[in-house]
């Protein structure tokens, strides 16, 4: 008889697949598996939808991968050729800021924003600490809230002293599967925490994305949480900030440049110098946000410097 289920746990020999009943089978996965894909060093990833058919021994055997939404990915480690993916099936990435302590950073919201787009992951933008607030900041979080609602974009803002705000936000984890990711001290423990105080948290489910860490030999997993739902807490997660994306292209992932980038004259316009430019006209009309414009200038400079 075979189960539907996810993969909650991988560790490149066995997977740890979650059932429609909430038990946990050790899983294998049969050899023909294996060499299909060469993309990926690892055909199996967590958050994958499976069915697995129950051996005598009480493990089981993973017989059907179901076919990605969606997955987020990082180069192969240990010298090996392609990339591995590090989740699947992740129905939303929040991105935490804090209004104060630290300060509040933009760019790193419209970074991942890119990000999320490449990956085809929903994003949704949480601005914490609303508590430590003072009149000028309470401004600039109104108009962040207006510009990304603008842009279609899911936006809250929360304190763990707000229980509001707290429910609001388990209401957008229930029953999905999420991903957290933040500067550390930004309240990503405390947030989770107090959406879910039976939660056991591990550490790599709150590390810090912007800061290289040292390598670890932990194996990705999704978390479950109490309320319903999985949070992927995955080594390495941080490096979502990566994706190989041609300069040219970027702009393609800022919604409001969609309608301008039309009117450039050259059709590899980067938006940045180029003359009878659609996006800056777009601009100096006051159409753009300067911050996202900004935003904009600081991701096309990275990613030149990486090509
Ligand atoms: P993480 O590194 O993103 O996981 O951040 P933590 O959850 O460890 O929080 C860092 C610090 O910020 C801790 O001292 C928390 O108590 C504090 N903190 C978290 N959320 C809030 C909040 O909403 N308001 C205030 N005032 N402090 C908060
Ligand atoms: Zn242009």
Redesign the pocket.
């Known amino acids: 008889m075979e189960h539907k289920g996810k993969v909650i746990q991988s560790t490149g020999s066995w997977y740890k697949v979650a059932v429609e009943s909430g038990e946990v089978i050790d899983c294998r996965l049969p050899g023909r598996f294996r060499l299909e894909d060469h993309q990926q060093t690892n055909p199996i990833a967590v958050g994958d939808n499976v069915r697995i058919s129950m051996n005598e021994d009480g493990t089981g055997s993973i017989e059907y991968i179901e076919d990605r939404m969606n997955y987020v990915t990082r180069k192969a480690t240990h010298g090996r050729r392609g990339e591995q993916i590090m989740a699947a099936n992740i129905d939303r990435a929040f991105v ?1 800021q ?1 209004v104060r ?1 630290p300060k509040l950073k933009e760019g790193f919201i419209d970074r991942f924003l890119v990000t999320c787009e490449a990956y085809e992951v929903s994003p949704f933008i949480i601005i ?5 607030a003072r009149d000028k900041d309470l401004k600039f979080v109104d108009h962040l809230v207006h510009l990304y609602h603008d842009l279609g974009y899911n936006i809250i803002t ?5 229980e509001n705000s707290i429910n609001n936000l388990r209401e957008e984890l229930k029953n999905r599967t999420s991903v957290f990711i ?10 989770l ?1 107090a959406m879910d105080p039976e939660l056991e948290l591990p550490i790599a489910a ?1 590390s ?1 994305y912007s800061k290289k860490g040292k390598h670890t030999t932990t194996y990705a997993r999704l978390v479950q949480l109490h309320f319903g739902g999985y949070l992927v807490d995955t080594p390495g997660i941080r490096e979502f900030g990566l994706v190989n994306i041609e300069p040219a292209e970027l702009s393609l992932f800022f919604p409001e440049m969609l309608g301008p980038r039309q009117h450039c004259k050259y059709y590899n316009c980067t938006h940045s110098h180029e003359p009878n430019c659609g996006v800056m006209e777009a601009f100096e009309r006051g159409e753009i946000d300067p911050g996202r414009y900004k935003s904009y200038l600081q991701i096309l400079e990275s990613l030149e410097e990486s090509n």
């Open positions: 935490i804090s302590k914490n600490k609303m508590d430590l929360t304190s763990i002293q707000d933040g500067p550390s001290g930004v309240g990503k423990t405390s947030l925490n709150v810090d």
